[in-house]
Structures are given as C-alpha cells and as structure tokens.
C-alpha cells in the first residue's frame, strides 16, 4: 500500500461526457503528479501540483484540468470525453525521498 | 525530458542477479538517479534513488559511476515476481518541492524460470 488513495478505481463513461478523478496523497506529501497510461504505451506526465499551486505542465489537452485542493487532494477533469482518452490515470504524492504512486482510475470511454 | 537510456528489454534466470543498466551521460550536479518499476496495470512503485554514492536497500542495489554517467540497479536474486518495466530517470530536487517525474520508455525485464 503506497499511501496513496485514487477514486474510482474503474470509470465507464460515454463520449462527449465529463468525468472527476479524484487523489488523496500520503499524509504530510505537499505535491501531487498526474499521468496518463493508454494502452500498452509509456506513462505520459500531465501535470504537476506543490501546495495547491500548479508547479510543472505536461502533455496536457486542453479539455483536461485539474486542481489541487486546501487539503492536498487533487482532481483531475476530463471532459468532452473522446475514444482515445480511455487509458490508466495515475496520481503520485512526492516526498524528497522518492514519488508513491496510486493504483490508478481505468477510464474506458465508449 | 527524459534524460536516460536504457535496453529496451532482457532477460534474467530466476534467482541469479539481474543487472540492469542506464546511461544518463547528460547529468547535472544536482541530479539524483531514481529507479521505478511497474508491473503489468499496476502503479508504478518506487525502488531506490542515490546521488554518487552506491546505495543499497531491501530491494535493490543501485551502483552509479564515478563520473555519474551512468549506473547499474541491480536486483540480487531475480524472482519471477520482478518481471516488470523499469524506469531509470535522473531528478533534481529543488528547494520547497520537487522537479517533475517524467518517465522514458524504460526496459521490460522478464525472469524466467
């Protein structure tokens, strides 16, 4: 158990739909990580969040955004859902010691 | 950007080491070596990190160059449970946070009975 809590853990939604991702990191971890695993591909790097400010900007479309909450949980938003947007999203909570990754939401978009 | 190279894949008989290597010939004074491996869907899970000097945990053992270009994560006795992907990634960290975590494309390692 890495500490980290992400919901739900499994997300099926219809194209054109907008959806919530949400990301409880370790106790006392100020920045939190999005990513994005489609299919047998690579983890791509969304965005970065330290202390509820917006640190570091990946591959990120602009139909996602995402936020960080007074209480260090993030979320994350995707809308206007497309077939290729179905993929793994992981959130990580960072401590200088190393980053702790949650299971991930599977969002399957049909 | 990811900052390292490493094989695309290899091989390993269970319960002999696997050595897996990274170059990171490109890396700054500031730059820590982290080593991250994912098994298939899961999260990816921390493995161990080190600066210069070799580092050892209950894990894994990471062996990094005098020059710093280059290190060596090397897993003692292979389990069939250590297949995975491997992420090798250098990463600074700044003063009041952390620089962002970018992972390349990594080496799939494959333990074989």
């Known amino acids: 158990d890495s500490g980290v809590t992400q919901t739900p853990k499994h997300l099926i939604t219809a194209t054109g739909q907008r959806v919530t991702l949400r990301c409880s990191p370790r106790s006392g971890d100020l920045s939190v990580y999005w990513y994005q695993q489609s299919l047998d591909q690579g983890l791509q790097f969304l965005i970065q969040?330290?202390?509820?400010?917006?640190?570091a900007k990946g591959n990120i479309l602009e139909r996602f955004s995402a936020q960080q909450f007074p209480d260090l949980h993030s979320e994350l938003n995707l809308s206007s859902l497309e077939l290729g947007d179905s993929a793994l999203y992981f959130c990580?909570?960072?401590?200088?010691?190393?980053?702790?990754f949650g299971q991930g939401t599977r969002l399957t978009v049909v | 950007d990811a900052k390292t190279t490493q094989p695309p894949s290899m091989d390993c008989a269970e319960g002999r080491a696997a050595n897996l290597p990274c170059n990171h010939s490109?890396?700054?004074?500031?730059?820590?070596v982290y080593w991250y491996r994912q098994i298939h869907s899961q999260g990816p899970q921390y493995i161990i990190h080190?600066?210069?000097n070799n580092e050892t945990n209950e894990m894994a053992s990471l062996i990094i160059t005098e020059d710093r270009k280059s290190s060596t994560l090397i897993l003692p006795h292979a389990t069939l449970r250590d297949t995975a992907v491997y992420y090798c990634i250098v990463r600074a960290l700044t003063q009041g946070g952390s620089e962002k975590l970018v992972f390349g494309k990594g080496m799939k390692l494959t333990v074989n009975p």
């Open positions: 990580a909570s960072s401590p200088r010691r190393g980053a702790f």
């Open positions: 490109t890396i700054s004074g500031n730059e820590y």
């Open positions: 080190g600066l210069k």
């Open positions: 969040y330290y202390n509820g400010e917006e640190r």
